[in-house]
Structures are given as structure tokens and as C-alpha cells.
């Protein structure tokens, strides 16, 4: 079945760096748009970056400037790199797929941001 794994997160001080991935493993088909979601305590459940199966990007305006998403097909793998982090970045962040059978997602992965 298909399957979406991330990694990449922890902990962080402000103004730090961080890359996460989602690799999407089981899919007979091709993925079209893949997502970075993100959910703080509390809070509701948020797009954060967008990537089209053709490389269009779109990014919440709180990450503008400083998130940027990518994806290499060939590996069937998402990216989002995360500069100068905030500590109301601090989330659970889950990537994911629409693939024409249906939208799958991860586990998600905790980032932290400590001031």
C-alpha cells in the first residue's frame, strides 16, 4: 500500500535550520500535488507549502521567505527546508500526496523551536 515516511525534524534553536523529508513509497501511480501540513498545540491544522507534480510552488505567508519546497520525482521524495525558524514554527509537520486513487499522508514529525 502506499506509504509516506518523514524525517528530518527536532529541535532547533531560533533563527536555525532544519530539512525535512517525505518519501512516498507504493504508489503504481503518478503523485500530483504534494503538501507540508503543520498542526501546533491547540491549534488547527495548517497548509504550510504546496509543490505540483509539474514544480509549482505556494507557501503560507507566515513561511514566505523562508521555507522552500521541493521534490524530486525520480525518488518519488518531498522536501521543505526550513531557515531562520521562529518558535511559532513549533509544530507536528506532515507531508502529503494526491495520487489519482486517493490523498495519503505521514506520520508527521515534531519541530521545535526553542527562543
Known amino acids: 500500500q502506499v506509504q509516506l515516511v518523514e524525517s528530518g525534524g527536532g529541535l532547533v534553536q531560533a533563527g536555525g535550520s532544519l530539512r525535512l523529508s517525505c518519501a512516498v513509497s507504493g504508489s503504481r501511480f503518478s503523485i500530483n500535488n504534494m503538501d507540508w501540513y503543520r498542526q501546533a498545540p491547540g491549534k488547527q491544522r495548517e497548509l504550510v507549502a504546496r509543490?505540483?507534480?509539474?514544480?509549482?510552488?505556494n507557501y503560507a505567508d507566515s513561511v514566505k521567505g523562508r521555507f522552500t519546497i521541493s521534490r524530486d520525482n525520480a525518488k518519488n521524495t518531498m522536501y521543505l527546508q526550513m531557515n531562520s525558524l521562529k518558535p511559532e514554527d513549533t509544530a507536528v509537520y506532515s507531508c502529503?500526496?494526491?495520487?489519482?486513487?486517493?490523498?495519503?499522508w505521514g506520520q508527521g514529525t515534531q519541530v521545535t523551536v526553542s527562543s
Open positions: 502529503a500526496a494526491g495520487i489519482s486513487i486517493g490523498t495519503y
Open positions: 509543490i505540483t507534480s509539474g514544480g509549482t510552488t
